[in-house]
């Protein structure tokens, strides 16, 4: 969708979360100092200090250390990136006439008005159904499903927030799998958050779940950020099925979702407004 930089929310512009398509593109593309190719680290394999020289092979990861050392510093860093789980074409899992594109969707506005109610900077990928890859300009992948995934990790990757959360929803054959999941990258700062949030959603659910390395997952691979998957529940079973389309319940979820990312920024940045 090729529309202009899009606001919604009541705050002032800049405590305002950004929703992104390709806006988020355009943005960062005219950046000072921030090229499409660098930004997209497509030219920067190795990585790089804040001054730009080479940095040691594997460099200490952690609050002190800059993740994004291309962002402008007089650019405020988003907290947190929404990413919605499929859109338009892409449907996702489905139970009967249920899709799981409408159950992110919606989960994903709740998700993002509890963090704008406390406080933080948040942004969202898409707020209509639409599929992410008819505005990718990163890579010229013939599989639709691949220029999809590798548009939401190339809008992570220029927005550098402090972490993002790709929210999805389960489903399998057996109707007795419920309950959240939480699927990590291979870092120590994925795997925390994933914990977090995973405990809070247990509290909600009542389960005692926990978060698995989610290996084979495109986003979890590109995205440089923390980044995690929440699996919200299962389509295929009737109690999970209940919460995920009742909008009170959403509203808890997206609570404990919210309060697990608060409590990794409380760790990861003290000192500033994480709230
Ligand atoms: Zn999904």
Redesign the pocket.
Known sequence: MLTGLTRFGKRPASRSALVFGLSAVLLLTILPGSSPASAAGTSANAPRTETGTPAPAKPEAGPSAPLYPERPHWIPQMDVLIDV??GGIDG??THGDIL?KDI?LAMAKQLYAVLQERDLLVSINRIGDYALSDDNLFHKFRSRHKRDLAQRSGIANRLQPKLMVSL??NSVRSSSASGPLVLHQKSDESKRLAGLIQQQMNRYYGTEETPEFGRKYYILNQSKCPTVIVEMGYLSNAGDRQRLLAPAEQRKLAESIADGIQLFLREAYSDDQAG
């Open positions: 789980g499929h996702g899992a799981e992110n999805h929803v």
